[in-house]
């Protein structure tokens, strides 16, 4: 299994209620692949961190292994998620992937 860690922070210009419903979207568009694509396994998008947090959200995806983490990425599902809710609100992207 390979667990896919993706955090986020969304660009400045944006006002606390129109981060919410960025986050939102963002959240509900990830959520909705499940079950769209071979080899994912769990998505789920955190919007509520802590004060101490850095970031505006993370994703945490879990997938039957490396190839289908490859297949994730370029799916078409998956690449209207990223390109229409995620990638023109988002201005720094850090991500982790590792095996469990």
Not at 44 to 70: P, Y
Request: glycine residues 10%; charged residues 30%; contains cysteine.
């Amino acid at each position: 299994m390979v667990r896919h860690i993706i955090v986020w922070t969304l660009k400045e210009e944006y006002s606390g209620a129109e981060k919410e419903t960025i986050k939102k979207g963002i959240k509900e568009g990830l959520e909705g692949l499940k079950g769209q694509i071979p080899g994912l396994k769990e998505i789920r998008v955190h919007t509520a961190g802590l004060e101490s947090s850095n970031a505006d959200l993370m994703l945490d995806s879990l997938f039957e292994n490396e190839q289908a983490l490859k297949g994730y990425s370029g799916h078409p599902a998956h690449v209207a998620v990223a390109t229409g809710k995620v990638r023109p609100y988002t201005k720094v992207r850090s991500c982790f992937d590792y095996e469990v």
